[in-house]
């Protein structure tokens, strides 16, 4: 009974990924005139070909490997550290950090881009995809540190004073005892960052405004589009491309994710 | 959020408390006191470091930034020396266009709060029947568009609901219905928009109510099932008023999430057909980036931008003050048990 509501629902889910799977496998006249059409005719691989070597596609997914596997490099180092020092140590200033920290989140993204694009534009990055990395991945650590927190919140004491009793350093503790336990938080805050990296839009946009060999897929799309607008099944091809990785990494991660997602409601 | 929330109480009790430390010693071994507890932390200030830097630089400065800039005439380059006091804010304040896009982001924060997260509870109590087979699979399709390219979902639902050849219509057109021209005519463009922003948004959405459904215990339901209540006097005896301190928070997050609707308008329609979708985050992106404009207003773009930050962080108090009270309220209803 349930399945008689749910299936046409899903179907709606369903559609435009199967229309976009279809439509990057079959010669462009078959999607413009097929309509709602999904069963393809005939087999080709020109979209693909199209999207990959003339829209320079090979360039926009090497640009947004670089710069997501930065980000998520960057975010977990940083939100690591600063997870680690905020939940183990009690300096002075720390309130103060936190409230800075949690009072940045309701900070909408595109509120803060121009002063953003104009300090790393100062720094003589503009144009770069050192500048799409640094300001991707200088935003937005607040979940991944209080996962970070509450983490090494919950281990006992005793573990980093035996770790110094054998001699390690802070830095020694950290990384060779105190990172490596943490792994569960690690792997949900790398595919959180990820799939953010991955999927962003408006810092890349505004970053390769005057550099279109550095756009990722996301931006590469976009302008695509914008100058082939009836290129369907380019179009499909390059969203196949953008979106698989990103799918194959959530089907693979998921269960972190979906825990992360749970985490930060449950508390 | 409840870690955040939590964490954030604690400290800010922390920080009261350590402002009126009783036992007051003397000024200067106070002084001393914090220098040697500063040095004795210098460890875990050189952790901290990254991540206060990334957090001056790229949260704080640009608040701070966005002020100074409003009230300059400014295209980005050169000195800031063009200044115009209030203009900018005067300027937006009475530019239609402005308030349009204003109220287009509300629409959307309307229907994140009373369409998404009223839908995605209707999911959610669907798909947490464990009996239900194939809940899994579902689950999973209804959730891929929230890890999907943002852009490339707007740009495919595009191709999807083109008047001419686009599948949608064709299939109108095929039933007998006549085509929807949906995004180039003004009264359908926005609830185009929002539709499938909906659509987009719905999966996360359902994962947090599912998350919020799994904490109320299975034992509740049975035993309401033995004093012979109905699945509907269940729902409204157990469901709702368990899961309400949880509904709050979800409704805020959906809340927040609704104004980073800038990829999904930006590539569907980029604010048109005449101004019919624009949100203040495609005005603004406008005004300072884009290449139409020939020359680029960063004063006037940062000025609007500021004028909406206000009104958002007001908003998100006032929700976050209620967030606490209902929090109080339930700890203390389980207090009293």
């Known amino acids: 009974m349930t399945h008689l509501i749910m299936l046409p629902l899903v179907f709606l889910w369903f559609y435009p990924y199967a229309w976009s799977v279809v439509s990057s496998i079959r010669p462009q006249s078959e999607t413009i005139l097929g309509g709602a059409n999904l069963i393809p005719q005939e087999f080709t691989t020109e979209n693909f070909e199209r999207a990959w070597n003339q829209a320079q596609f090979d360039a926009y997914t090497l640009n947004t490997v670089i710069v997501t596997i930065s980000v998520v490099f960057l975010t977990i180092a940083i939100s690591s550290l600063a997870g680690y020092a905020l939940a183990r140590g009690r300096m002075p200033g720390k309130s103060i950090i936190l409230i800075a920290l949690v009072g940045s989140m309701f900070l909408p993204k595109g509120f803060t881009i121009i002063p953003v694009y104009l300090l790393i534009d100062a720094m003589g990055l503009n144009n770069s995809l050192m500048a799409i990395i640094l300001a991707e991945a200088g935003s937005a650590h607040v979940m991944p540190i209080l996962l970070y927190m509450g983490f090494f919140a919950t281990i006992p004491a005793e573990m980093e004073e035996a770790a110094k009793v054998d001699g390690a350093g802070y830095f020694r503790t950290f990384w060779s005892v105190m990172f490596p336990m943490a792994m569960p938080v690690t792997a949900t805050v790398a595919i959180f960052s990820f799939i953010g990296a991955w999927n962003g839009f408006l810092t890349p946009l505004v970053f390769t405004l005057n550099a279109p060999e550095l756009r990722t897929l996301g931006v590469g799309i976009y302008a695509f589009f914008g100058e082939n607008t009836i290129d369907w099944g380019g179009l499909a091809a390059a969203a196949v491309i953008a979106v698989l990785p990103v799918i194959v990494v959530f089907l693979w991660l998921q269960k972190y994710f979906v825990d992360g997602i749970a985490g930060s409601i449950k508390g | ?337």
Do not use: C
């Not at chain 2, 896009?101 to 309307?110: E, H, K, L, R, V």
């Open chain 2, 1 to 337: 959020m409840t870690a955040i929330e939590k964490i954030d109480l604690a400290e800010a009790d922390n920080a009261l408390s350590e402002g009126h430390e009783p036992p007051g010693p003397p000024e200067r071994k106070k002084n001393d006191d914090l220098w040697s507890r500063m040095k004795a932390h210098r460890w875990h200030y050189l952790f901290v470091a990254p991540m206060v830097i990334t957090l001056l630089l790229f949260t704080l400065w640009p608040i701070v930034a966005s002020w100074g800039y409003g009230f300059f005439d400014w295209n980005g380059f050169g000195p800031l020396e063009d200044w115009v006091g209030l203009d900018n804010f005067i300027e937006a304040a009475t530019d239609p266009a402005y308030w349009n896009s204003f109220g287009n982001t509300f629409w959307f924060a309307f229907a994140s709060v009373f369409i998404q997260a009223p839908l995605a509870l209707l999911f959610a109590l669907v798909l947490n029947n464990p009996k239900l087979f194939g809940r899994n699979v579902y689950r999973v399709l209804i959730f891929i568009p929230v890890v999907s390219t943002t852009a490339v979902v707007g740009l495919v639902f595009a191709v999807l609901l083109d008047t001419n050849r686009g599948p949608i219509n064709v299939a109108l057109e095929a039933i007998g219905l006549d085509p929807v021209n949906f995004l180039g005519s003004s009264s359908t463009a926005l609830a185009t928009v929002i539709a499938v922003e909906t659509w987009r948004g719905l999966g996360i959405t359902m994962i947090y109510w599912l998350a919020a459904l799994q904490t109320i215990p299975v034992e509740l339901y049975d035993a309401a099932k033995i004093d012979g209540a109905g699945r509907f006097a269940s729902f409204r005896s157990i469901t709702i008023p368990l899961l309400m301190p949880f509904a709050i928070i979800i409704l805020l997050l959906t809340f927040i999430t609704s104004f980073n609707a800038f990829d999904i308008v930006q590539t569907m329609t980029a604010g048109g057909p005449n101004g019919a979708t624009d949100i203040v985050a495609t005005y603004i992106y406008r005004y300072a980036f884009s290449p139409e404009q020939f020359i680029p207003r960063f004063g006037y773009a940062s000025a609007a931008a500021l004028l909406f930050g206000v009104v958002i962080m007001a908003l998100s108090l006032v929700q976050l003050i209620i967030v606490r009270r209902v929090r109080r309220r339930a700890a203390g209803l389980e207090g009293s048990k």
